[in-house]
């Protein structure tokens, strides 16, 4: 009688996929676990001692943020500096602060931001992506907006904005004026800094390298 080929037996088939599928179900398990791990939520504490998470708590407002080129990873990454001042604080607390972007991402989910906008991935691209929109250049102190809104500084016209877009046409999609108040305001403006914080692994690609946009050549 022949030796019959390991290829063709079916305990050998049933074995290896009864461990692939073994492997494959502890390789999810502990991805699952690295994936919490990596988008969770940092403290107030590790702000202050320097410590980077990708997701940092809702006191970076209180902090300037950048946008660099690192040469390990290849793509821009966001940078937290020294306190600024945001609405004319740099201490909020965790609460407050908390409260904020919560009112924010209540705001952008109220007034459908992602029907034309695009926040960490999710949404449309009719105007402009929003995920690192705090990093434009246009807002900060020689930006175009800035002056245009006649605003000392880039949470003031980024809110003036929101409030009256039917005041500063910007292009041909104009954003139409969705009655958003002083307050619904600082919370969007809020949630767009939080937001530019997290490192989202150099998305949108090429956001660094957009004319106006920061390291633009």
């Known amino acids: 009688m022949a030796n019959k080929s390991v290829w063709s037996d079916n305990r050998f088939w049933q074995r290896s996929a009864t461990w692939v599928t073994g492997f494959a179900a502890v390789l999810l398990i502990w991805l699952t676990f690295d994936t919490m791990g990596q988008i969770s939520m940092g403290t107030d504490a590790d702000l202050q001692n320097g410590v980077t998470k990708r997701v940092p708590a809702p006191t970076v407002i209180n902090y300037k943020i950048t946008y660099e080129m690192s040469t390990k990873r290849g793509h821009e ?35 459908n931001c992602m029907d034309c906008h695009t926040l960490l991935g999710n949404g449309a691209y009719y105007a402009p992506d929003l995920t690192k929109a705090w990093l434009d250049p246009a807002w900060g102190p020689e930006g175009s907006m800035q002056a245009m809104t006649g605003k000392n500084t880039k949470e003031e016209a980024m809110a003036e904005f929101l409030q009256h877009p039917d005041r500063y046409p910007t292009h041909a999609r104009m954003m139409p004026d969705l009655g958003i108040t002083a307050d619904e305001a600082k919370g969007l403006v809020a949630f767009l800094k939080h937001m530019s914080s997290i490192d989202t692994n150099g998305f949108p690609r090429n956001f660094g390298k957009m004319k106006g946009a920061i390291h633009a050549k």
């Open 77 to 111: 990454v966001p940078v937290i500096g020294a306190k600024e001042k945001f609405f004319g604080r740099d201490n909020y607390s965790e609460k407050e602060a908390g409260a904020l972007l919560h009112l924010g991402k209540l705001g952008s989910q109220a007034k």
